[in-house]
């Protein structure tokens, strides 16, 4: 019932991955954790996430609790190696039975839903410092993009404290022919909503042709970051 395409790369500017991500149609869950840049061990943060969330949805929990146990066990692990600064990671997943679709989230980490005759619709909203500007239009759309704090995060598992974690989620429909897109910033950082969409149109070719056609883009527009793309189709 679906096909599903997946790639992560370090980028051309970067030495390692802090990107890490999960795709298991079985169980219906898909996910991208994007380690935080600066942040001692994010490659470490972003696999336990991964990991811990996996564990929690194959033994019955919901995402939005997974997401929370996975920030529980990320911050233990930070004091546990008591240096001073936290590791952390945004995640973004997606849990898909039959033909509906659930969405869990922290930061900037995104989901785009696209449905044949439309463009592709980013369904997550970042928790980001930029984001905010733009809610209260002190910033346009436009501006965002190149605006020098756009990778600073306001929400991530294992940096956010628990009492003040934000893990929204969002679900729907997904019909048949419908996509979903996950993806770490990497990606946006380099290709546009509209590159994106007719990607995702492109519905002749396979969804890991068009998981690696995006990959491409970004690297072919400087690759400044580790990019990570899951695109689920249902065929």
Known sequence: MFEFGHLTHTGLRRDHNEDTYHGEAAL?????????????????????????????VRDGHGLVDAFRTAGEEILRASRRRADTLPMGTTVVAALVKKSRYEIAWIGDSRAYLWRPGTRAVQITQDHSHVEELVAHG??????????????????????????????????????????????????????????????????????????????????????????????????
């Open 138 to 235: 002190m910033l346009s759309r436009e501006e965002a993009r190149s605006h020098p704090k756009r990778k600073m995060v306001t929400q991530a598992l294992g940096v956010t404290d628990l009492t003040q974690l934000n893990i929204e989620s969002i679900s729907g429909d997904f019909e048949p022919g419908a996509q979903l897109l996950l993806c770490s910033d990497g990606l946006t950082e380099h290709v546009t909503d509209e590159v994106i969409s007719s990607v995702l149109a492109n519905t002749k070719a396979t969804a890991q042709e068009a998981v690696d056609t995006l990959v491409a883009g970004a690297l072919d527009d400087g690759g400044t970051d580790n990019v990570t793309v899951l695109v689920i189709r249902h065929s």
């Open 28 to 56: 219906g869950l898909f996910l991208v954790a994007d380690g935080i840049g600066g942040h001692d061990y994010g490659e470490v943060a972003s696999a336990l996430a991964r990991d811990v969330i996996v564990r929690e």
